[in-house]
């Protein structure tokens, strides 16, 4: 198969987020440059001599894509071949969102023309299931251990695209796995808006969330299916497209796939938290299929 | 010194992977294929190649093994099968010459 992100990669088998690369990457054709922090794909794709990327890819530090991408973009703007190149920035959530948003905040804020990516997997996997700002609520991680005084992760997941949306940017998304044609699309939309745009891509780790390997997609579908990771498209502010769930499925279906969630199943009182996230982000974002316009303002499904 | 570290684009080619392959392999049907698309679109390893009704293969020499593929079929027409043993040794790596183990 013809790709721009070659086999012979060390992903673990089942990897959601060597799934995402290659159809962001193959969506957005080899006039790319990529700049990618460090992380669980920074390491399983370039493994010193060789390098699975088919075009051209640079790595520095472990939060500064965003920086070097934005000094990409300004030389490319300078030669006067900005129009013809594509810029990739992209990262893991801990890198997203803990480490590097000083630097992903500076880049959206002087508007370089860049796409953002952010797979997130919801812990730091590269070294180890260790909790990050984007780890979901009652989360068994190795620094967040579920036992007798703890049912995990104490703190809600960062709204990460909202705080992209914050910056005013013309285009911010959330995409998952589970719908591979959904991720190419909303890179193409990306790339053809001028300006930086945030991408939030939900990307499943069999190892990290102690999930069956055959199941990455599966698992990817239900987080979507019961409004834990709502799919919306945020357009110069406003929220103009989201995937509506026909039926709802409660949360237990999406957690008891999953090892990093089995303390919770017999606590109906986590679980009525949980399910009260869910609830309100099928609010927040009008997931449910009989309503007609979310709070903002919008029209249709993604 | 150590100037910036440059490698041929896709050299990962070299790093045949399909020896991570333990328990199950991916076995195509091709009876009721509908060219969906959905298994080469999934596919972690990028080793799932084809066009066209039941014409899709998966390229042993990369194929972890993961079963996504044969989760993904609408049509079921992708099954896991036991791995065998591999006399010819077709789809194994060349063999890594083991060092002494550290106790």
Known sequence: MKTLFNSGHTACAGCGQSMAARLVIDAAGPNTIVVNNTGCLEVFSTKFPESAWGVPWIHSLFENAAAVASGVESALTYLGKKDSINVIAQGGDGSTADIGLQALSGMLERGHDILYVCYDNEAYMNTGVQRSGLTPFDTNTSTSPAGKQSTGNIRPKKPMPEIANAHGIPYVATASTAFPQDIQRKVKKALSIKGPKYMQIHVPCPLGWRSDTNLTTLVARLAVETGLYPLIEFENGVLTARRQISPLKPVEEYLKTQGRFKHLLNKPEELKKIQEIADSNIKKYGLKVSEVTPPTAGSGGT | ?103
């Open chain 2, 1 to 103: 010194m150590f100037g910036p570290l440059v490698c041929k684009p896709g050299a990962s080619r070299n790093n045949r992977t399909g020896s991570w392959r333990m328990e199950s392999r991916p076995k195509f049907l091709k009876k009721d294929c509908i060219a969906c698309n959905m298994c080469l679109l999934i596919c972690p390893e990028a080793c799932i190649s084809g066009q066209g009704k039941n014409n899709y293969d998966a390229d042993f020499d990369y194929c972890k093994g993961c079963g996504n593929c044969a989760w993904i079929c609408p049509k079921k027409d992708i099954e896991m099968v036991k791995e065998g043993h591999n006399p010819t040794g077709v789809g194994l790596p060349t063999p890594i010459k083991e060092g002494p183990k550290s106790k």
